[in-house]
DNA sequence: TATCAATAGTTGAGATGTTAAGCAAAAGCC
DNA sequence: GGCTTTTGCTTAACATCTCAACTATTGATA
């Protein structure tokens, strides 16, 4: 029997799970399209990112796509490998590796730019152009109250087992 | 340089890169919150689902707390293991695998309930009453109009009446 | 009864998410 | 210059995501 102490928030109106099964639903059509590339989701928001752009440093790549530089790292690694971008260390700053698109990359984005076009649009109109917007400013919005809004950072020197 | 042809949305306004942007900000204190616990975001939604609605079979609690069945298998593996939650085979359906809270579960609950009210009002306070609402609203209309575009799926009646 | 299809759950492999630790280059300071 | 701190990126370890293949049970069928 469920607990009645507090009355936690329903997972129902759970905004964690809600994003999660948004992005499931917004994802499945980006995926179906990708089935015939060999590309990963991530790997097609690199390009995409790359794209609009131009070439840039790691750091900024994350950020753009939403990705963790560690994470980032190693989905450059096989984007190299395969030939859909190029890496290279900023003369400027040795700390630096510049992305950009390879040969190859340029061609899987010119191959699926109308059908991604398309998905977009139809997504589009399914909510309507007002919600659509609305949507995206309160992503935003949220994003925005999130870990930037002060400095706050709760240092916790704890480190309790569970290794 | 940036290829002209066709023009692609830009991903500063990318559905799939804000709803991560999104989650982030969301699961940002929720995590703090459990790093003292040892507990990962997703066992914590499982603990979530199975407080507010009771033992339930691996398919519905995956769906309700937005995880594949797939990961939900090794997620309750380890939980069973730290005896977090219960398992057993249900007796009319021997496929079946019913899922339960244990007691260090409970106790992981009780511990974090005021915590995790806490995190959810102030977020619901960062974004305003009508904002959250309307945001949840949104983010429900879109993972309904994705895999199935069915559509009618909804069960409350409280979909969008107001403005 | 034997068989086939559908369902529920599990497992495997490869890629990503998350955290912490590590290294090299750059920036700041004496 | 020599020293310390910060920054940019990488690596490691573990958990999860995603897709595909698999087992076991159930239900339908002849």
């Known amino acids: 029997m469920p607990n009645e102490r507090v009355a936690l928030p329903s997972t129902r109106r759970s905004l964690p799970i809600a994003l999660i099964r948004a992005r499931e639903a917004v994802m499945a059509p980006i995926r179906e399209m990708l089935a015939g590339t060999g590309l990963t989701e991530q790997q097609w928001r690199v390009l995409r990112v ?53 040969s190859k990359g340029q061609e899987v984005l010119s191959e699926n730019r109308d059908a991604a076009l398309a998905i977009a649009e139809d997504l589009r109109g399914r909510l309507g152009e007002r919600d659509f917007e609305r949507l995206l400013d309160l992503l935003e919005a949220l994003a925005e109250c999130g870990p930037r809004s002060n400095g706050s950072r709760n240092v916790e020197p704890n480190s309790s087992g569970r290794g």
């Open 50 to 102: 790359l794209d609009e752009f131009g070439p840039m440093d790691v750091s900024r790549l994350a950020r753009e796509a939403g990705l963790m530089a560690s994470s980032l790292t190693r989905i450059v690694q096989t984007m190299v490998t395969d030939g859909l971008v190029t890496r290279e260390t900023s003369a400027s700053d040795r700390r630096r590796q510049v992305i950009g698109i390879a």
